[in-house]
RNA sequence: GGCGCCGUAGCCAAGUGGUAAGGCAGCGGAUUGCAAAUCCGUUAUUCCCCGGUUCGAAUCCGGGCGGCGCCUCCA
């Protein structure tokens, strides 16, 4: 079954077919650095790492790029109204993004070239266009003709008359037509200006976008991605101009994910009842919790944000950790060490040897959901699946009294294997959740400990009453107890 | 006004022509001293409404209704 991608410039779901046999260039449109990051500003990332990962699983060798735009009106209004240089600013704001991708386990970025670094790259391409008759300079700045592309309009599916009809587009006379979009802006004194053939200036906000994904991936690159709300102007500006310029096709697949919402509404920086800050997320909620609440549904659809909304992820997820737990007590090893198949061929060697029931299908199912327009939902649907059919079965041949006995444990532990595989697809459970592990070198692993001891001692004297008080006082602690065949184990919960 | 997305149980959600995955919440059972965790069972004769195509539709077509996004900076 090949991977089949939902493509915005066609409408329909595709075969994927690369450039490049094996080899995928993917581009993302990054931040515009002038704000911290909110958690709007994740869905991208982690959706488009899910899917590098699954590709590279998949056998392609991929190359991502994510952009940071660092020059831009916005980010010389807030560096003046904070009394710093854009420069400060977009660094500050750049370590931040990155932290919140790194929290997220967003690793797959291959590069992420600043605008800034790129200013030879775009005034090369502005100068093209105007050489070819798709630009004009106008006193200082220069404008994208859009009269002059036949194809103006093909991505977002709208027609340019009727663009221009119902434009709300700020009437600048520099301009022929309202729907001219600027390549390159003439600076004020005092603002951050390059040299140009035209003067002092900086790039226009689409332009940077087509410099370094081409520059990096090639003119015909595979697939590229941004929020749907970037489909127009932003996309539609960049592949005009990108084409013209190059004359050859630029991405193939355009992949556009839904928007958050808050209380019904888009979360956006020029709604600040909306924003959610993901350095205030991050204190609160589990990384993994906030990244299948991203998974949760399909790439293209809205997701509704709420504190409920995390709590449920959370305590869906609890499954998985006791898992694991299980896991640990077994084999004497953390889930987050297991190794587990980098590739699907590896994979499929694993799923046929021997595994407890329903494993290899819910597998099996898992990828099929993945290839088909990378079904997150439907996948992580499989994952849960996988979950109770690997209890069942360690329930049903009693392997927690057995666990002396590798062989008898060998296809769960197989099974947990193909679990580690496929839930590392989805970049979940890649690290230990920080809120499970007592202060390191601190008193407080002991202290549960000795009070475990005095409770089993309360029991096995019947004073119930004191164990139980022991119980419920560190269940208020937010201290869980759990009575094992084979002893008393603990978690700390939030 | 134009373009696009969406409407599946109390909530979230997969499924897009063959008779409704999964999660949360709830209920019943196994287990337990009681719990927790885990397992088993259960919760939509039905997929916003109305018509049509079909042996057969949540899935396709037509028409409504409702929600959202874009057309201006936005991931």
Redesign the pocket.
Same mark, same amino acid.
Request: proline share 3%; net charge positive.
């Given at each position: 079954m090949p991977i089949r991608v939902y493509n915005t410039l066609t409408?329909t779901k595709e075969p994927l077919q690369t450039v490049v046999p094996g080899k995928v260039g993917m581009y993302v449109?990054?931040? +515009?650095v002038y704000s911290k990051s909110h958690i !709007?500003?994740m869905? !991208?990332p982690v959706i488009f790492d899910t899917i590098k990962r699954f590709l590279v699983h998949s056998g392609y060798d991929v190359t991502w790029v994510v952009n940071i +735009?660092d020059v831009?009106d @916005?980010l010389i209004v807030q560096a003046n109204a904070e009394g710093t240089t854009v420069k400060e600013l977009a660094e500050r704001v750049t370590a931040d993004y990155q932290a919140c991708l790194d929290a997220l386990g967003v690793t797959g970025i291959d590069h992420m070239p600043r605008a800034t670094e790129h200013i030879e790259e775009i005034i090369g391409i502005t100068q093209g266009l105007i050489d070819k008759g798709y630009a004009y300079p106008a006193g200082g700045d220069v404008y994208f003709d859009v009269s002059k592309a036949a194809e103006y309009g093909k991505l *977002? /599916?709208?027609?340019p008359e =009727?663009?221009q009809a !119902? %434009?709300?587009?700020e009437p600048t006379e520099k301009k022929k037509h309202p729907g001219d979009f600027a390549l390159w802006k003439a600076s004020k004194p005092g603002e951050p200006a390059w040299e140009s053939p035209w003067g002092p200036g900086r790039p226009g906000?689409h332009i940077e976008c087509s410099a370094m994904s081409m520059k990096l991936l090639g003119e015909h690159f595979d697939i590229h991605g941004?929020?749907?709300?970037?489909?127009?102007?932003?996309h539609e500006n960049e592949v005009v101009q990108s084409e013209c310029y190059s004359g050859k096709p630029f991405a193939s697949y355009w992949l556009h994910?839904?928007?958050? +919402?808050n209380k019904?509404? @888009?979360? #956006?920086? #020029?709604d600040p009842d909306t924003v959610v800050l993901m350095a205030d997320l991050l204190h609160q909620y589990e990384p993994d919790t906030l990244r299948t609440l991203l998974l *949760? *549904? /399909?790439y293209?659809?809205?997701?509704?944000f709420s504190p409920g909304?995390l709590d =449920?992820?959370e305590? !869906?997820l609890?499954?998985f950790r #006791?898992?694991f737990d299980r896991f640990e007590r077994m084999t004497g090893r953390s889930f987050y060490d297991l190794d587990a198949p980098t590739s699907r061929a590896e994979g499929d060697r694993l799923a046929a040897g021997e595994l407890p029931p329903e494993v290899a299908d819910h597998r099996a199912r898992f990828l099929e %959901?993945m290839d088909?327009d990378f079904?997150t939902?439907?996948a992580?649907? $499989?994952l849960?699946?996988l979950?109770?059919a690997l209890?069942?079965f360690?329930?049903a041949e009693r392997l927690d009294a057995r666990k002396g006995d590798p062989a008898a444990i060998a296809p769960w532990v197989a099974g947990m294997t193909i679990l580690r595989e496929l839930s590392r697809l989805l970049g979940l459970f890649l690290r230990p959740p920080a809120r499970s592990e007592p202060d390191a070198g601190g008193l407080t692993g002991p202290l549960i400990e000795l009070l475990i001891e005095l409770r089993a001692q309360a029991?096995k004297d019947r004073n119930?009453a004191l %164990?139980?008080q022991i119980?419920d006082r560190l269940a208020g602690l937010g201290i869980?107890? $759990?009575?094992?065949p084979d002893g008393t184990g603990w978690k700390i919960e939030g």
């Open positions: 409408q449109c990054g931040p +515009t !709007g500003h869905v !991208g +735009t831009d @916005k *977002s /599916h709208r027609n =009727e663009l !119902g %434009a709300r587009i906000w941004g929020g749907l709300d970037l489909v127009f102007p932003h994910n839904g928007l958050l +919402t019904g509404r @888009k979360i #956006s920086k #020029s *949760s *549904s /399909h293209r659809r809205p997701i509704d909304r =449920e992820v305590r !869906g609890r499954a #006791s898992l %959901a088909d079904n939902g439907g992580l649907g $499989e849960f699946e979950v109770r209890n069942r360690a329930d029991r119930f %164990a139980d119980r869980r107890l $759990e009575d094992r």
